[in-house]
């Protein structure tokens, strides 16, 4: 039997529509791009695609996305980080954001999403998964677990969840548990900041 | 034998750097989007690519990329549209982007690039083409060519080019050959035009 | 007896906030600026705007303000300028924009403003002085009134308006009334251009 | 003897010039506009500007510019703000950023800018009369002295040369020197932070 299939170029392109930060314009063109191209770029694509959703798995510690091993991704296979510092951000593109300014040599956990104002719904953050994960990692030795959430209504929202439901674990373990510092930014003017980044840049001065 | 594959992520990722208009950091998310979506998606976006590549063809009359019948494209093959009024565009979104203002019924044809100021190469234009397929379209009643090209230096240099590759043909058959009017756009404001523009606005008025 | 003076950098402030696009933070740094600066400075500062008023006078052909002599402005006193062509524009930052181009050679008149879409008002505008002025400029060999007004609906709206009022004279002279001519202006992309430049663009083609 | 002046409108285009943040374009535009006002409008602005330079003075304690009093301006005045603290601000914008953040009731001292990179001279800066003064506010209960610079390279270099020049009567008074916390700015992204702000937000975590 035969189907009547909608117009290739429409379908591809409402997909792309679908992508982070692509609107119905820019996702034309990557269609005009594709058409353009090489069947081998075509191809490329496609075997990326699927290697992409075959190899790569989810480590089963920090929960973020990774490729190769099915055990531990490499950061959490990696020895020489600090297993007493624990990181909590929101994705994995704040984890990798961290890693790119070497300047944290402890461990992640992917919260998977903040607290939406709109909805305050939670379900989706992996709350219960962190939570399970701390005795074990109290064993190896944690001992801070830090909030680092954007600098936004929704991250501080999903700071005082996080701190409300590691707070019973917290108490029998011990931990201390932080959030990133406020203040100026690289390159701040005073005249140009707003007063709670300049309350933020008071309190913490040092 | 066992091949040691490259990283899917940073493969896909590197591969997303080639669309137009994406650097590496939104690359990046894009492989997060795809890491986070369901099997479903992925599998829609391969199916998406592979029906693109198999069922979509050149239009042999405008040469821009279709889907669909083999033939003609829709536009070409719309029989309402003046035979009169060649546009020669210079890419698909070009074509595109007049289509959506609603305001051209001629046909079109799309030459494929502009021509590089840098190194005044122009192979890749569909030159040769745009000239065989004239005397098809002088009998089918063509009687001006609208060199529809973007108003910057390429565009102009395309512009002078295609004239003098049409001088011969175009003396044969009394084909007018146009461009497309300058002046002021939409919003403009005298004071912030530059004076190519009022030039333009000034010599074009009526 | 002693006046209880209001805080004159609160004065000065709101004073320049009265300037063409200045807010309440660049008001506030122009005033430090004075503060700053020597007494010369502000001397120099005081003694300019004096100047400005005394010697600054409005040209009686044009309406434009300019300064020197008493009579006409420096360009309405050019005899090289082309008497047969009278541009109107809607202000003297206009007229500058387009003598700043070095593209037009005639006449000009400063209407003063251009129809406000939200009052419909034409209070301001220099419309009785213009449509008094044509007989004169009529003798002196007036051809073509070229409207030069910004491409947006108060200039659209204004075009009208001065068509209307300029219908009885210029059917008795036979002027020719025109407008600026619209289409892509410099750099414009098609893909970027919105549909009514297009349309103009097509519609203008040469 | 008769000076031939030059035109008034070019002297005070190109005075406007001088104004922090303007260009030839606006400078002109304020002059146009000043042209279209009523002469009470010039008037308002000549009679402010001598009445910024007769009745405005420097405060001898925080060397702000400000008006009224002859002696301490109003912050150094109020008894309210507390003598323990003290910020050191580059300019009266900084001081009045802070003021409008409504987080800080200690006292000020402005220094007249920060130490240029490109020529490391600090000649204006009133390095000698910060630490002159500081005696007397050591009497007055100082205990804490805030460098409250921007956080760009002048703005550190300015606070290390600052605290030279303070050590040795800071360590008689056993004064603290602080400086402003940097971290996360309200808004900010984690993706889209700079290695150092990220450093610094980790730093200051708590």
Redesign the interface.
Known sequence: MWRM?A???E??SS?FE????IGP??A?????????SS?A??????D??????S??HQCPECMR????NKGLCAICADNNRDTGLLAV??????L???E?????RGRYFVLGGLISLASDKINGLRLSELTTSLSQRADAGLQEI?L?????PEGDATAIRVREELAPIGLIHGFKV??????????????Y??????????????
Not at 28 to 36: A, E, N, S
Not at 48 to 53: H, K, S
Not at 65 to 68: C, H, N
Not at 89 to 94: E, F, I, K, Q, T
């Open positions: 299939s117009d290739p170029i379908k591809l997909l679908r992508f982070p930060g314009r820019q034309q063109r990557f269609v005009q791009f594709l058409l353009r069947p770029i075509r191809r490329e694509l496609m990326g695609v699927r290697e992409l959703g190899s790569v996305y990774s490729a190769g951000v929101s994705s994995d593109g704040d990798l954001a961290l790119r300014s070497h300047t944290y830090i680092a959430f954007p600098a936004n932080s959030t990133l510092g406020r203040g100026l930014s690289t390159g701040s003017e005073l005249e900041a707003d007063p709670d980044t300049l309350k933020s840049a008071l309190d913490n001065r040092k």
